[in-house]
């Protein structure tokens, strides 16, 4: 006797059948103790939850039959997703941080009053600007120091501390200024 469908062995062979149902029953357990790890971690998720609950709460307010109820889990799995998305364009829509201290604002400053201010122009400025509150002091032509170059200190005005920048970025900082000045 021919077998036209494989799926049917487990009426000539019962041996085999038991051995599926096994099977079956072991990718069950495995599935619902994940399922079960998921649903406390959901449940974790304050927010998750209240979402969850705010769907299912709807169901019943539009009078829907209770067959086409969706089950809790399935509630908290829609609103983790749910939240995921959520966060994603909420941490898109925060913006970046002005990355600005107080010496790049004022080579801005500078470079405002003359867009055509070339880097060796600038370092001639700058030390006319010290102590007005954001340069403290640029080294002169002092010697290199244990391979360091030449610093410019300033007062950075966000928590007001002391920092340094090297004359070797001066000109980085100052194209930074000439394009955003534009």
């Known amino acids: 006797m ?9 009426k000539i062979c019962p041996d085999r059948a038991a051995a599926d149902l096994r099977g079956i029953n072991e990718q069950n357990r495995q ?20 979402i969850a609950v705010d769907d299912v709460r709807s169901e019943t307010e539009r009078r829907l ?14 609103a983790a997703i749910s939240y995921r998305l ?11 941080t002005s990355k600005r201290d107080s010496l790049q604002r004022l080579i801005s ?16 400025a700058l030390p006319k600007r010290e102590g007005e509150g954001t340069i403290i002091s640029i080294d002169r ?19 007001q501390k002391e920092k340094t920048a090297p004359l ?15």
């Open 65 to 78: 039959p209770i067959a086409w109820h969706k089950s809790f889990e399935q509630a908290l799995a829609e």
């Open 168 to 182: 070797s970025g001066l000109k980085d900082r100052l194209s930074r200024a000439k394009k955003y000045s534009r």
């Open 86 to 96: 959520a966060q994603k364009v909420f941490s898109r829509s925060g913006g970046r």
């Open 2 to 10: 021919a077998i036209q469908n494989p799926n049917w062995s487990y």
């Open 141 to 159: 032509n002092s010697p290199r120091l244990s391979g360091e170059g030449r610093m410019i200190r300033y007062f950075d005005d966000s928590p």
């Open 31 to 50: 599935f619902w103790s994940e399922q079960s790890k998921l649903m406390k971690q959901r449940m974790s998720n304050d927010a998750v939850v209240e």
């Open 109 to 124: 400053k500078i470079v405002g009053k003359s867009s055509k201010i070339t880097a060796i122009k600038l370092l001639s």
